[in-house]
């Protein structure tokens, strides 16, 4: 019996250490763009701080709607980037809708919102939010420009791990290890997919190479952790 309990310990073990050296090399090369105490490295869009809506606890930045007291805002990293692979799990509250934006021109005097530049990967309650009865509008999608392939994304208030990744062009969305968008930027089928979409008429949409990340505040409840990042 004994003799079972230690083979049986030295199993787990095994298991949990090829886990843990797994984990670590798929995240080699990445940059914590999150320290899981406080929103350094980021600032609410068009200004120098970060909203009092966006509560660091447990080691996630949740943006609390009870907090807000008109002061949150989508944040933004205070740092640009233009070919990245992004990680970051998120999880939503019940009827709730976010999303994480990247390439975003944040010229706050020029263009008003970080959406008025920054394409989006959807995040949202499916089912809960009347924004995911749209198409293109779910979870996984590149916000109302390419449906997901699948829907691999968990019940609310699951965490989920998305993935960004950007490279001359490129374009990339993994959910929960799925791919479920891939297309080409700044390419003729790009601009076609911008036009057959609600930010047609908008003026500089999705056409720079290099901005900031944005998680948004749709004004619902929403959670985000271990945020990394590789410069590619």
Known sequence: MRTYTIAAALLISTIFGCSSTKNQSSN??????????????????????????????DGALHLDPKAKQNDAGDLVTDKEYGNFHLKIDWKVAPGSNSGVL????????????????????????????????????????????????????????EWNTAEIISNNGKLEFLLNGVKTVSTTQFDDNWKSLIAGSKFATWVDFGVFTTGKISLQDHGDEVWFRNIMIKEL
């Open 28 to 57: 080699k090369g990445f940059t914590p763009l999150f320290d899981g105490k406080t929103t350094q490295g980021w600032h609410t869009y068009g200004k120098t701080f970060a909203g009092k809506g966006w509560v660091v606890e």
């Open 102 to 157: 990247f390439h975003i021109n944040e010229n706050a005097e020029k263009y008003h919102q970080t959406y008025s530049t920054g394409p989006e990967m959807q995040v949202i309650d499916n089912d809960g939010h009347s924004d995911g009865k749209i198409t293109k509008h779910r979870a996984g999608d590149l916000y109302d420009m390419v449906k997901s392939s699948s829907e691999p994304v968990k019940a609310v208030g």
